[in-house]
């Protein structure tokens, strides 16, 4: 089992309060939220996830007069798979240049960017706000012949763009094997051969190498604690990417970047996720 399916009680609801204990949670390990009638199902990676952090998150809850509950289980592996397999995904397009779609999609309108994903759980399809911002800075940036590490890889929809783009190799990881094995499963769809996939966490990156361009897509608490190895993975010139958490987390994550030396370029926002740019400059 390598999720947490945590169901969320709200009362009384509202959207405020859904909002603001979706931000707290997600301190928690929290990743992705499914709305439901009286609050929401979120869920968390058995590894990351830190219930003593979320527990006393909510007795300390910023807003009076609201009761909050919550029932945890465990994540089939099958029910993902099922429910994908079933029901697929919606094309997603990007900046009119990037089409991310499943195999069984077809006669689709054709895009300079076409990216086969075989998702086995509900992650990493490019829907998300946090995936389409990075995907779009990218579309922007300079990657032929560059070296990419995409942390988090997920579906591995961020390496197999970065492929397709010029990179010239990409290493890729993620602490669970379904990410892995999806993501090799997305590569050979996409016919990608540059790129290479590891289980695990940050510790797993090889020795004294650095890369052009680092990518991570990941919660506020595990990008706190990997910076420091990603800023040792940089050399001069080299940029950053960081995803996977709100507007209000940018200056935690700011300042710890830019205590180790790393230059603030710019952040952008989506319905209140957010992503920021950094670069070695020494």
């Known amino acids: 089992m390598k999720y947490w399916e945590l169901d969320f009680n709200i009362t009384p609801y509202s959207n405020d309060a859904a909002d603001v204990l979706m931000a707290l949670v997600a301190e928690a390990g929290l990743e992705s939220f499914i709305d439901t009638e009286r609050g929401f199902k979120g869920y968390a ?89 990075i995907l779009e800075r990218l579309l922007n940036m300079k990657l032929k012949h560059s070296t990419v590490l995409d942390a988090g890889c997920g579906t591995g929809v961020l390496g197999i763009f970065c492929s397709q783009k010029g990179a010239s190799h990409i290493f890729a990881y993620d ?58 993975a940089m050399h001069k010139g080299s940029r950053m990417i960081l995803s996977g958490f709100y507007l209000e987390d940018i200056p935690i994550i700011r300042g710890k970047a830019e205590a180790l030396g790393l230059t603030f370029i710019e952040h952008r926002e989506k319905d209140n996720w957010a992503s920021i740019l950094f670069e070695r400059t020494i």
Do not use: C
Request: hydrophobic share 35%; charged share 20%; net charge negative.
């Open 45 to 133: 990676q058995t590894g990351t996830f830190q219930r003593s952090v979320m527990d006393s998150l909510l007795k300390n809850f910023p807003l009076n007069g609201i009761e909050i509950t919550y029932q945890i289980t465990e994540a089939e592996n099958r029910n993902w798979n099922e429910e994908w397999e079933r029901t697929g995904f919606e094309p997603v397009r990007i900046a009119e240049s990037i089409l991310i779609h499943s195999p069984q999609h077809n006669a689709l309108t054709p895009a300079q960017y076409d990216i086969l994903i075989n998702p086995h759980q509900a992650f990493g399809t490019g829907t998300h706000q946090t995936t389409s911002m």
């Open 175 to 232: 602490i669970d094997d379904w990410s892995v094995n999806n993501t090799k499963e997305n590569m050979a769809l996409n016919g990608v051969t540059n790129m290479e996939v590891a289980e695990g966490d940050v510790t797993v990156l090889p020795e004294k190498k650095t890369f052009d361009i680092i990518l991570a897509n990941i919660n506020r608490n595990i990008l706190l604690q990997d910076i420091p190895a990603f800023y040792s």
